[in-house]
């Protein structure tokens, strides 16, 4: 399993530290970032990525995007090894959810490339910025892993656990996914969400959930004290109400794992 986490701002602001074209409070709050690359041509430990991915284009989120994530496919571009390039397509966006000021996609790498991204983003003056990249290949998983009493669709996946410290506040990820599916746990401080998006429905355990489907699954949060926990992924509705009554409290030391 090879995995890599990109965190945007600290790429940014290396880059202004180099170039010193820019001071960071200058360039950071910006709507309008300037076009960047992400380099995608090792793992972590400096092993070469079995990716056929070169480098991802990321320009700015585009203002006339009708959906979120028209938006993030627009604004996307993968550049691949053998010179040629492509935006990610509607079946390459494995599920998407937008909750107040923050949102989340997965990605199916495009043009068959074995590799998922999952991308965390903020909202800011009015438009998207991404904040946060996971890479991911997507391996043959020959054990089943440990579910650790988490009610998950699928009994063999691989479990990746990623944590976020920003001006936004603490962020907790863990993505489990198999060669066709995936669902994301987001940790995410509670703020306010447009009710008219999501339905209110009570989950077997009595707690009190918001959910909504859309073209590429189904996304369910609730809240947890001063927290909201978003489930997101290409599932079913039930698969994630399911899923929702065995995550142990956001408190808790095995957080989700509830055994």
Known sequence: MRFKRIDLIGTLLLATILTGCAEPEQLLPSSHQ????IDDTTADGGTTSDAIV???????????????????????KFQFKDGTS?????????????????????????????RLAVLTYQRQAETW????????????????????????PFSTFQAIESSTISTEGSKMMWLFHTKTDAVVI?????????????????LADGRTA???????G???YYADGKQLVLLSGNLSLSQLKELA?????????SFPYSK
Not at 34 to 37: G, R
Not at 54 to 69: G, L, N, S, W
Not at 245 to 253: E, I, K, L, R, W
């Open 34 to 37: 300037e076009m960047k690359w």
């Open 54 to 76: 070169k480098r991802i284009k990321v320009e700015a989120f585009p203002q006339d995007a009708t959906t979120f994530e028209e938006g993030v496919r627009r604004h996307l």
């Open 86 to 114: 492509a935006h990610p397509t509607a079946s390459d966006l494995w599920s998407s959810a937008v909750v107040g000021d923050h949102a989340t996609a997965t990605l199916h790498y495009p043009k068959g490339a074995n």
């Open 129 to 152: 910025i991404l904040k946060d990249i996971l890479l991911e290949d997507i391996k043959p998983i020959k054990a089943t892993s440990a579910v650790s009493g988490l009610k998950l």
């Open 186 to 202: 987001t940790v995410i401080p509670k703020q306010d969400v447009a009710a008219s998006d999501w339905k209110t429905s009570t």
């Open 210 to 216: 918001y959910m909504q489907e859309n073209n590429q």
């Open 218 to 220: 189904a996304n369910l």
């Open 245 to 253: 009554v065995t995550v142990a409290p956001v408190s808790s030391d």
